[in-house]
């Protein structure tokens, strides 16, 4: 047989020995033990203690009285600390200190200064009064914002553009700082809030409670267009009510009405303090134009602080070493010992050092350096679900073997949202409060059949609704009791949706038999507006029109962008439309103000983008929401879900169920989807995650080699016929 | 020539008008600046009064093109397009809705992009020639008749799939390279190889096509045939007649997407994490960010024309025949 080293060699003489070493080394390479050549960081970070994850979209905003979304609190949650926090383990959800010493207490007054009781009638209380106390001595992260002089002058407080032309990043500053943290940072940024440049989205809400806020943001307006300079206002200057500092370590604030949910607040970035120093070091002309901005540039006081911020390729969070430091919980809710997350109980936190954001926006390459050790933790896409997760004879959810080989571990919770379809009650066809079309609403519910969409479209990542409030909130009630009788009936020990003869059979007493109008004939057209479009919408879609077509009526999808969308329900001219809502605190008042009147989109531009109005619930909703949590309460609350359940203005959808993989090596791992500041509490062993990358990221060598040959092979008929075609003679 | 390139250069202000002017009423079209404000305020919570602000902040409240209310010649001055558009021909591109300055953003974004696309480039350009000749040279054998099957299965195939395909058999089954990401500095080499690679194989079908089509078309003139009856060899024709001449045609579609290596790749950058202005662009259509949105457009019609304009230098620099007069 035909040596094919000598073929080589005696077709391309030049090359010498070059093939044979080439294929020697390849075939020596595949025996090797290599550190991973596919490892997207440093190999020498390996063995540090570095949390990795990824992050699918760019943050907006970085400053915490502008920032809205759960993309930007993964960052926030680590700098910035509000006065209070959630219990990382305890469930139901509960608000514990972060910086204050203790949780306040609303204190009510009557109009006389009187104090009234926590129980006493909202129309009686004219004034509600929070006073938190702070931590002593804690310290901001280091920052050049209070940087100062051995003269005690702040070194960067009159920069211009000349003294920044060198500057490009914070980091360029040669020398920082730092200042204890006082209630004033607190006071500041409420504030901050009534700021007309900062844009803060809770500006409308706060206004309607925080005494005097408003009218301090119609002050702060008019000294805005006075002022031609950079922008700068002093909020120090100015007195608001409803946010004064009585000493360094206390703050009060004053709220015009009952407001129970007003403490939920207090543990989100909205009232994280801000130090006066962060903002006129920000506000200096040439900073902007630098891109060197709050919304950029965090100060915080948290466990973590923001060394690299680019958010087109990663952020980078790192140990705050003036953070003071916080002791983990030493208890949680029942099975948590057992479980193993209490193994920590009382060790300093944070456990890592630092915390690498990678920007990923693909899923596909995200799920697959998952796979490869090279993030800690992961979501599922649906196009992974199926590697990933099973579903057992009992019905429950658990990890392939594939996962678990690798060590690879499953948690799942229930989220606080609801996925609904609403019907938009100012229609004339499917909305009001007539009988005809409440009926109509009802035998819709029952037709579509929620539990096929969660096991068809969420890989059975759901729970169907049986009203307005998830569980894990106040309210819900679980199991038979709970059930919503217009749509499901109790068999066994399970919620069982009404047969769609029931359905059926309300639609002929609203007066649509077999889904056509009994008086004109006409088949019943409904209309859902929808901003998904494009193929991958086209199976729901379809599932949808089939749901619908149980009752005859036929479902027309009207597919647009979601601007165009947002305008339809503005302006009231959608029919049907699917939404949903994510909660903001573990309240029911988060979610039956989707339905309270005056929020209603066509008349005030509110939350209610369903337009539903019914007396008796607003009513009810006013009662509850002043109302501390108690059997009263649910009481209240249980009357109000009835009405919604009766009216039936959305289809209450469902609860998605999340589900989040983790290696072996990232401990205390628990779900908490209230908490924003959760870093602090997750542990890695960076050794055991270096071992198993380089274990499963061996590189394989042996296709480059094959892809040689098959070149060679491709090559070896072309060289020859070349050579002939070379040597041939004319004649 | 000088006269000429200055009157193309004149020629461009039109051009970059009518561009700007396409850009605005498409944007607006399908965004108003409600829209806008609401996205970048947020989805929730956000009332009319922060939208109006917000709006008035940017300059949005004005009218788009034309402003009924305002004086002589302010009914175009003071509108959104002449407010924003003025200052593009300067480059001043000014800040992106979010409040950033877009000039610095084009500044380091531009280097990721020119990672990938210039070792595309080059690299491409070896292989394709390479390949292109190979089949010309065996014109009609088996190897051209495989090697133009080849191209066409290649060519039909969806560019999506060569990178997913790409990330899942180099970097995740054989764990040569990262799936995913980039750094700065050598650093990149690493996650550059297979966005090159694939942009590399995903070229191959198409453009082996055109350079065989452009190497047969030279093989075929008549100087080609004295040569060969000169007595030279096949090779010698090949690479030093016909590969030569061939050039004249490549450089010119060289030439005239040089400029435009600046602006990066749409889908690549976005599946391989790749920070460059092709995920920069893509970012701001999807957050409505009309400022980013409208430096892009302009950035990529001046480096059109000047691609363009430096095509028609080039011929005159690679074909003494070619004057610009």
Request: hydrophobic share 40%.
């Amino acid at each position: 047989m035909t040596n094919p080293i000598k073929i080589i060699n005696r077709y391309i003489p030049r090359l010498g020995n070059f093939p044979q070493l080439l294929v020697c080394v390849l075939l020596l390479c595949t025996g090797c033990d290599y550190s991973p050549w596919n490892n997207p960081y440093p190999n020498e970070d390996s063995a540090k203690n570095i949390y990795y994850d990824s992050f699918p979209e760019r943050p907006k905003h970085l400053d915490p009285v502008s920032s809205y979304s759960a993309n930007e609190y993964v960052f926030l949650g680590q700098i910035y600390e509000p006065p209070l926090q959630y219990h990382f383990l305890k469930r139901p959800y509960q608000l514990i200190p972060l910086t204050a010493t203790e949780l306040p207490r609303a204190r009510y007054f009557n109009k006389a200064g009187q104090p009234l009781e926590e129980d006493s009638d909202p129309a009686d209380v004219y004034r509600v009064k929070y006073t938190i106390s702070i931590k002593p001595a804690l310290l901001y992260q280091p920052h050049p914002a209070f940087a100062k002089n051995a003269s005690g002058k702040y070194l960067y407080h009159d920069l211009d553009p000349q003294k920044l032309e060198n500057i490009h990043a914070l980091s360029d500053f040669d020398t920082v700082g730092t200042r204890k943290l006082l209630a004033n940072d607190y006071v500041y940024q409420i504030k901050r809030m009534a700021h007309p440049r900062v844009h803060s989205p809770i500006a409308g809400l706060m206004r309607k409670y925080i005494l005097g806020l408003d009218e301090f943001a119609k002050e702060l307006s008019e000294i805005e267009k006075d002022d031609t300079t950079s922008g700068y206002i002093d909020l120090n200057r100015f007195e608001l009510p409803g946010a004064r500092v009585v000493d360094d370590t206390t703050f009060e604030i004053t709220l015009k009405q009952k407001y129970p949910q007003f403490i939920y607040w207090l543990s989100m970035s909205f009232f994280a303090p801000m130090p006066w120093e962060a903002d006129y070091f920000y506000s200096q002309e040439g900073m902007t134009d630098k891109n060197i901005t709050l919304d950029w540039y965090p100060v915080g006081t948290g466990p973590f602080m923001l060394s690299e911020n680019n958010p087109n390729r990663r952020m980078v969070l790192k140990r705050n070493p003036n953070f003071r430091g916080e002791a983990y919980p030493s208890e949680g809710e029942a099975g948590d010992l057992e479980s193993g997350i209490l193994e920590d109980a009382g060790k300093n936190m944070p456990f890592i050092d630092t915390a690498i954001y990678s920007l990923e926006k693909e899923s596909i390459p995200a799920w697959n350096k998952f796979l490869q050790g090279y993030y800690d933790t992961s979501g599922i896409v649906s196009d992974s679900f199926d590697q990933a997760v099973q579903f057992n004879t009992q019905g429950d959810a658990e990890l392939t073997d594939e996962m678990r080989e690798k060590g690879i571990n499953l948690q799942t919770a229930v989220t606080t949202s609801s996925y609904y379809m609403g019907f938009n009650m100012a229609d004339e066809v499917i909305g009001g409060n007539s009988e005809r079309a409440t009926l109509l609403r009802r035998a819709i519910s029952i037709a579509v059949d929620y539990e096929e969409y969660i096991s068809i479209f969420a890989n059975g990542r759901g729970e169907p609704a049986q009203g307005p409030i998830p569980p894990g909130i106040f309210g819900n009630i679980p199991g038979e009791p709970g059930i919503n009788p217009y749509v499901y009936e109790w068999q066994g020990d399970k919620a069982v949706r009404r047969s769609i003869e029931e359905a059926k059979a309300l639609l002929v007493q609203a007066g649509y038999p077999n889904g056509r109008n009994k008086n004109t004939g006409k088949q019943l057209v409904l209309n859902l507006d929808s901003p998904a479009a494009g193929p991958g919408s086209k199976a729901s879609f379809d599932w949808l029109r089939k749901q619908y077509a149980k009752l005859g009526i036929n479902l027309v999808i009207r597919a647009t962008d979601y601007n165009r969308f947002q305008e339809k329900i503005r302006k009231g001219t959608a029919q049907i439309f699917q939404w949903g809502w994510n909660a903001d605190y573990p309240d029911p008042e988060n979610f039956f103000f989707l339905l309270y009147g005056p929020n209603a989109k066509i008349d005030h531009n509110g939350e209610n983008a369903a337009n539903y109005k019914n007396a008796e619930f607003d009513e009810l909703f006013n009662q509850m929401k002043s109302m501390s949590n108690s059997p009263q309460r649910q009481d209240v609350i249980n009357k109000m879900v009835e009405i919604l359940r009766h009216d039936a203005p959305w289809l209450w959808g469902f609860h998605p169920v999340g589900f989040s993989l983790h290696h072996e090596w990232y401990k205390n791992a628990k779900p908490n989807l209230m908490a924003n500041n959760t870093l602090k509490y997750k542990r890695i062993e960076p050794r055991l995650r270096t071992e198993n990358r380089t274990a499963w990221n061996q590189p394989i060598w042996w296709p480059i080699a094959l892809v040689i040959i098959l070149l060679i092979i491709m090559l070896l008929p072309a060289i020859i016929s070349y050579r002939r075609k070379e040597t041939e003679s004319i004649l | 020539m000088i006269s000429y390139i200055l009157r193309r250069i004149a020629y461009a202000f039109p051009i970059l008008i009518g561009v700007n002017i396409i850009t605005f009423v498409l944007f607006f079209v399908v965004n108003t600046p409600d829209d806008m404000a609401r996205m970048q305020l947020g989805m929730k919570r956000v009332d009319d009064a922060a939208i109006s602000k917000w709006k008035e902040e940017r300059g949005y409240d004005k009218p788009i093109l034309w402003n009924q209310d305002a004086e002589a010649i302010e009914k175009i001055t003071d509108t959104i397009f002449f407010q924003n558009s003025v200052k593009l021909f300067i480059f001043d591109f000014g800040r992106s809705d979010s409040g950033r300055d877009i000039g610095y953003d084009i500044s380091q974004r531009m280097w990721p992009s020119l990672a990938i696309t210039v070792p595309g480039l080059i690299l491409g350009l070896l292989a394709y020639i390479t390949f292109g000749l190979t089949l010309a040279f065996f014109r009609g054998s088996y190897v051209d008749v495989s090697g133009v099957i080849l191209c066409v299965v290649m060519m039909s195939i969806s560019g999506l799939f060569y990178i997913i395909g790409g990330q899942y058999l180099i970097g995740k089954f054989f764990h040569l390279v990262p799936i995913s990401g980039y750094d700065t500095g050598f650093n990149a080499i690493k996650f550059t190889v297979l966005p090159v690679l694939v942009g590399l194989v995903g070229g191959i079908g198409s453009s082996t096509r055109w350079y065989r089509t452009i190497f047969l078309e030279e093989m075929g003139k008549d100087y080609v045939r004295t040569a060969k009856a000169k007595g030279l060899s096949e090779t010698r024709v090949l690479y030093h007649h016909v590969l030569m001449n061939g050039l004249i045609p490549i450089l010119t579609g060289v030439v005239v997407i040089l400029p435009s290596l600046f602006i990066g790749s749409l889908i690549v950058e976005s599946f391989f994490a790749i920070p460059g202005l092709g995920s920069y662009t893509i970012d701001a259509i999807s957050a409505q960010d009309f400022a980013i949105v409208r430096s892009m457009v302009f950035l990529g019609s001046v480096l059109y024309i000047i691609g363009l304009i430096l095509t028609d230098i080039s011929y005159t620099l690679v074909d003494p025949r070619v004057r610009l007069n």
